[in-house]
C-alpha cells in the first residue's frame, strides 16, 4: 500500500509563493501517474497538474504559467512550486498517485491565500 504524506501549506499574501511537497512511502515514479489535486470549500476536488513517468507534465488552465510540478525519484518526492498565488487557489492540496487500477491519496494540505 503506497502512502503519501504532503506538506508545505501554509496562510501566504496574494502574490506570494509556496512549495508544496508530496513523500511516497516508497519508489513509484517510474511507473506511476503522480498529480496534484485540490479542494476548495464547497467545491468539487479538481485536477491541478500532472507528471508521468516519462516526466511530460500538464496543467490545468486556471494554474498554467503559475505553478511547475517536479520531481525528485532518489527522495521519492514530488512537488507543487506555486508562485502569483490568487485568493482563489485557497484549497486543501491533495497528492495523487495513479497506477494501472490502483490510486492513492494523501491527507492534504491547507494552502490559504489572503488578499
Known amino acids: 500500500q503506497v502512502q503519501l504524506v504532503e506538506s508545505g501549506g501554509g496562510l501566504v499574501q496574494a502574490g506570494g509563493s509556496l512549495r508544496l511537497s508530496c513523500a511516497a512511502s516508497?519508489?513509484?515514479?517510474?511507473?506511476?501517474?503522480m498529480g496534484w489535486f485540490r479542494q476548495a470549500p464547497g467545491k468539487e476536488r479538481e485536477w491541478v497538474a500532472t507528471?508521468?513517468?516519462?516526466?511530460?507534465?500538464n496543467y490545468a488552465n486556471s494554474v498554467k504559467g503559475r505553478v511547475t510540478i517536479s520531481r525528485d525519484t532518489a527522495k521519492n518526492h514530488m512537488y507543487l512550486q506555486m508562485n502569483s498565488l490568487k485568493p482563489e487557489d485557497t484549497a486543501v492540496y491533495y497528492c495523487?498517485?495513479?497506477?494501472?487500477?490502483?490510486?492513492?491519496w494523501g491527507q492534504g494540505t491547507q494552502v490559504t491565500i489572503s488578499s
Open positions: 495523487n498517485a495513479r497506477y494501472l487500477q490502483n490510486t492513492y
Open positions: 516508497e519508489s513509484i515514479f517510474s511507473n506511476h501517474i
Open positions: 507528471i508521468y513517468s516519462g516526466g511530460m507534465t
